[in-house]
């Protein structure tokens, strides 16, 4: 099995994010660590298959205000601990807003 490659630092972080699929599903979950590449949310596996494509939703601080982030993701790997997601692109206001929370003190 080949290791996991990572370009970017995870943190672990407690933070609720929206998992939307197609137009019937749409379900609150807790993130148990998140990176600029993706995240490890706390779900059943059960809910999708690797290789789904999902919109993940982010309400992330920016200035002293909250923004909402849409960032199209797929899963990429479902065990026990959750479905790991990756993100896909997204705009430059979710990026910054990641940056500022993943590198923040």
Do not use: C
Not at 14 to 21: G, H, P, T
């Amino acid at each position: 099995m080949k290791a996991e490659q990572r370009t970017s630092i995870r943190k672990k972080i407690s933070l609720n994010i929206v998992i939307n699929y197609d137009l019937a599903y749409s379900k609150r979950w807790k993130v148990r660590d998140l990176s600029l590449g993706g995240a490890m949310v706390e779900m059943r596996r059960d809910e999708f298959l690797p290789g789904t494509p999902v919109e993940a939703v982010l309400a992330l601080k920016e200035h002293g205000e909250y923004g909402l982030h849409r960032l199209p993701a797929e899963v990429v790997r479902t065990d026990r601990n959750g479905v790991a997601l990756r993100f896909r692109n997204y705009d430059d206001k979710a990026y910054t807003a990641l940056v500022n929370l993943l590198y923040s003190a």
